[in-house]
C-alpha cells in the first residue's frame, strides 16, 4: 500500500525555522517527483515546491521562494522541507504528495495526511 | 500574476447536473496545462477525481467527467449525490515545473 507519512510540524515564532519530513513506502520513491501542498485554516490548497525524482530539479511557489528549500533523500525514502524565515501567513496544514509518475505535469496519486505549522508568537 | 479562477460556490438538488469551471486570470485553459480536479471533504486529504484533463482516477465513479467548454476546463457532475458535497480544486500546469491550484468551489447538495 502506498503510504505517505508526514512529521516535524509544531509551533514556531515568526522568523523562526522548521524542518519538515515525509516518509515514504509502498512505491519506489527514487522514481517519482514529489511534492509539497499547503492549506491555510480555512483556506484553499496552495502549491509550495516541486521536486524531481533525483532532487537536481526544484521548483517553489513565488510565495515561498528563497526561504523554503525542498529536497529528498532516495535511500531513506524520505522528502523534506525546510523552512526558514516563517511568516504568521505561513501557518497551514503542509501535505507531502506523490506525482504519479517523474514529470510535473502529471497529476498527484496519493497524498499524506498532513502535519500542522503554527507560526505565532 | 496568473491566477486560476473558480465558482466560489456552487449549489445543486440531488440528482441533477452542476459543471464547475476552471479558468485562468488571462487567457484560455486547454489539455496543455494539464488540468486536474480534486475533492477534498473537511479534515480529510484531498482526493483525486480527473486527471489529463478528463480521465476519472482509479476508483471514481462515472458520474464524475472532465471536459475542456469553451475557454475552461470544467468538472461535471452527473446525478448528484449527498456524499458530492465537497471542496473541489482544480490544478493547472503552468510549465518550467510550476503547478497553480484555483480557489476551489464549495459544493452544496440540496
Known amino acids: 500500500e502506498v503510504q505517505l507519512l508526514e512529521s516535524g510540524g509544531g509551533l514556531v515564532q515568526p522568523g523562526g525555522s522548521l524542518r519538515l519530513s515525509c516518509t515514504a513506502s509502498?512505491?519506489?520513491?527514487?522514481?517519482?517527483?514529489m511534492t509539497w501542498v499547503r492549506q491555510a485554516p480555512g483556506k484553499g490548497l496552495e502549491w509550495v515546491a516541486d521536486?524531481?525524482?533525483?532532487?537536481?530539479?526544484?521548483y517553489y511557489a513565488d510565495s515561498v521562494k528563497g526561504r523554503f528549500t525542498v529536497s529528498r533523500d532516495n535511500s531513506k525514502s524520505t522528502l523534506y522541507l525546510e523552512m526558514n524565515s516563517l511568516r504568521a501567513e505561513d501557518t497551514a496544514l503542509y501535505y507531502c504528495?506523490?506525482?504519479?509518475?517523474?514529470?510535473?505535469?502529471?497529476?498527484?496519486?496519493?497524498w499524506g495526511q498532513g502535519t500542522l505549522v503554527t507560526v505565532s508568537s | 500574476q496568473t491566477v486560476v479562477t473558480q465558482e466560489p460556490s456552487f449549489s445543486v438538488s440531488p440528482g441533477g447536473t452542476v459543471t464547475l469551471t476552471c479558468g485562468l486570470s488571462?487567457?484560455?485553459?486547454?489539455?496543455?496545462?494539464?488540468p486536474s480536479w480534486y475533492q477534498q471533504t473537511p479534515g480529510q486529504a484531498p482526493r483525486t477525481l480527473i486527471y489529463?484533463?478528463?480521465t476519472r482516477s482509479s476508483g471514481v465513479p462515472d458520474r464524475f467527467s472532465g471536459s475542456i467548454l469553451g475557454n475552461k476546463a470544467a468538472l461535471i457532475i452527473t446525478g448528484a449525490q449527498a456524499d458530492d458535497e465537497s471542496d473541489y480544486y482544480c490544478?493547472?500546469?503552468?510549465?518550467?515545473?510550476?503547478?497553480?491550484f484555483g480557489g476551489g468551489t464549495k459544493l452544496t447538495v440540496l
Open positions: 509502498g512505491f519506489s520513491f527514487s522514481s517519482y517527483v
Open positions: 489529463s484533463t478528463n
Open positions: 490544478v493547472l500546469y503552468m510549465g518550467s515545473g510550476i503547478s497553480l
Open positions: 521536486i524531481s525524482a533525483s532532487g537536481y530539479s526544484k
Open positions: 488571462s487567457g484560455s485553459v486547454s489539455t496543455n496545462y494539464s
Open positions: 504528495a506523490k506525482r504519479m509518475s517523474g514529470s510535473s505535469w502529471s497529476h498527484w496519486d496519493c
